[in-house]
């Protein structure tokens, strides 16, 4: 299985670390030339969601990756990516794919000193740690979007149809059940 | 500071790997830079360039301005204090900074103790020009790590030899036999189980940024190529003839180091650089500063 990670700012190398150790094929999108590979997954990294939205328009990734996540190419969005997918931002006009229907507050809990780590929860996952970093979580969704975890009663994963958003960091903890997880959503496509 | 506090401040770090992190004096400058794609900004009154040139002690900023720039961007805000002035780092985590830059920049508070960094829940960043100086720092409780460089004179050179000396210091430390750790441990002044950590790991425990002299992409691309994670950009984006233009190519230049022919388009048309000075012409070397 081919997983193309946003590879331009952040965390990526953790995700791909993570998706190696379980046997997927992992690919760096850096330029749009880099799409040319096939791709059965897109992984959008934590980073800055502002510098991530900034260098997909510059590098010309932004209109190819959205019209491969609305054609229903399954993808899974860490913090800023969860950002990115979102339709709404809680305190900003400016959004980048908007293809999941929630809405999604930035920097929920605060700067760095409000960041934390805990043990929870995840329908269809199981128990696993979840890393909060300067993160985000969801405020509104509808219907459509199912709710995966709730901590302290804030939304922290969603998912609506072949879009996975997290507002924690499954790749920087030592358990790697959330990418066995998207690899089995990628697969059943 | 928990375990596990130390482990998300390592993270943090880690989300800013692949950007740029931007010095700015004021909220103004500080949304250029943030639209212009800097991962993070420094919150400072001057810029090294006008420290160096100003002369005198120079201190931690007035933590209005710092609260001026925090309200005004989205993006993570950094600020620096003196190194071992642990009284302007508890002031810079009452504010709830995201970074504290323990900092040769400005006039060193101790010349002979760091600050205790296990002590606080804010992160701190400091310099290193080898790894005896980082593990030291990291072993004090920094979660990430910087070269030093030259601050503030446009000039690379500094920053490349303290990369290239980290690099070599760790392959050597690899290649070494397990029993000659304990000696290599006591030559760099570090525990032994930092030491067995880089042997095994292959690399520094922290993320590893390259800061001090950066004034173009290609720079940016060169400390990118020799292994650096991340860019600290100073004097050299607020000193150049256009801001906006200069900040976003490097940006693109951290992002896309191996490609030439990119590089080269990023490079067309940035007006004038910094003017920068020669190591050979510098009468202060702040990266002496505190080891």
Partial sequence: MNIGVLAIQGAFAEHEQKLTALGADVFEIRQAKDLQNPMDGLILPGGESTVMGKLLQDLDLFDPLHKRIKEGL????????????????????????????????RNAYGRQLGSFHTTHEMKGVGMIPMNFI???????????????????????????????????????????????????????? | MSDNRYELNKQLAQMLKGGVIMDVTTPEQAKIAQEAGACAVMALERIPADIRAAGGVSRMSDPKMIQGIQEAVSIPVMAKCRIGHFAEAQI?????????????????????????????NVPFVCGAKDLGEALRR???????????????????????RHMRKMNQEIAKLVSMREDELFQAAKELRVPYELVKQVYEEKRLPVVNFAAGGVATPADAALMMQLGAEGVFVGSGIFKSGNPAKRAAAIVQAVTNYNDAKLLAELSKDLGEAMVGINEQEIELLMAERGK
């Fill in chain 2, 138 to 160: 990291i072993n004090e409780g920094a979660s990430m790590i910087r070269t030093k460089g030259e601050p503030g004179t446009g000039d690379i050179v500094q920053a490349v």
């Fill in chain 1, 74 to 105: 399954p993808v899974m969005g860490t913090c800023a990516g969860l950002i990115l997918l979102a339709k709404q931002l809680a305190d900003d006009d400016v959004v980048h794919f908007a293809t999941m229907p929630v809405e999604v507050k």
């Fill in chain 2, 92 to 120: 810079l985590e009452a504010i709830e900074i995201d970074y504290i830059d323990e900092s040769e920049v400005l006039s060193p508070a101790d010349d002979v103790f760091h600050i205790d960094k296990t002590k606080f």
């Fill in chain 1, 134 to 189: 300067r993160a985000p979580y969801v405020t509104k969704c509808t219907d459509e979007v199912e709710i995966l975890a709730q901590v302290d009663e804030k939304i922290v994963a969603v998912q609506y149809k072949k879009q996975l958003g997290l507002a924690f960091h499954p790749e920087v903890t030592d358990c790697d059940k959330v990418h066995a997880y998207f690899l089995d959503m990628c697969q059943k496509r």
